[in-house]
T-cell receptor
């Protein structure tokens, strides 16, 4: 119930292509779904986040698609660049009266080839 | 402004020794979290502080792990009698009051237990 499952584990995309990473959850009490980007030797950085009242959120080349009925959400990186090569983590959290702790997926290592 | 800082950045210790890891959150952030990231894995929640109190310690893996926070600022994570399985990156995050789920991470402390 507390798990967030992320796929694929690794992804190789050509420069200019679209990178897609998927996550699924079980706990319907989750109401906040962020994506974090982590470069080697660095802490995770918040990239973009969504709440269940919308089905899509876009910030620049990054888009989250959210399917509440399927309990799935995904990150799309448009026009992928070599600088996007990093590990991406999805997460989920219960808000409102809870601690805000994040439950993370296992991570996806993205390599964008020039 | 300054982000979350952690020290030391790296720590090598011998099995059985105690270690202390420090976190300085973003100024004014009332919430502070500790997470653990094992090699190639996602982040695991350890403990949550609101002010100087820890209402959620559910992620601490054993009684060898403890944490405290003082002055609603600095936090210290202590691991007693370290074991090899404690080797991981320990990450601290903070968030502002009213936005618990929006967490900003430090660079982490890489702990290696020999």
């Amino acid at each position: 119930q507390q798990q967030v499952k992320q796929s694929p584990q690794s992804l190789i995309v050509q420069k200019g292509g679209i990178s897609i990473i998927n996550c699924a959850y079980e706990n319907t009490a989750f109401d906040y779904f962020p994506w974090y980007q982590q470069f080697p030797g660095k802490g995770p950085a918040l990239l973009i986040a969504i709440r269940p009242d919308v089905s899509e959120k876009k910030e620049g080349r990054f888009t989250i698609s959210f399917n509440k009925s399927a309990k799935q959400f995904s990150l799309h990186i448009m026009d992928s660049q070599p600088g996007d090569s990093a590990t991406y983590f999805c997460a989920a959290s219960k808000g409102s009266g809870n601690t805000g702790k994040l439950i993370f997926g296992q991570g996806t290592t993205l390599q964008v080839k020039p | 402004g300054a982000g979350v800082s952690q020290s030391p950045s790296n720590k090598v210790t011998e099995k059985g020794k105690d270690v202390e890891l420090r976190c300085d959150p973003i100024s004014g952030h009332t919430a502070l979290y500790w997470y653990r990231q094992r090699l190639g894995q996602g982040l695991e929640f350890l403990i949550y502080f609101q002010g100087n109190s820890a209402p959620d310690k559910s992620g601490l893996p054993s009684d060898r792990f403890s944490a405290e926070r003082t002055g609603e600022s600095v936090s210290t994570l202590t691991i007693q009698r370290t074991q090899q399985e404690d080797s991981a990156v320990y990450l601290c995050a903070s968030s502002p009051s009213g936005e618990l789920q929006t967490q900003y991470f430090g660079p982490g402390t890489r702990l290696l237990v020999l």
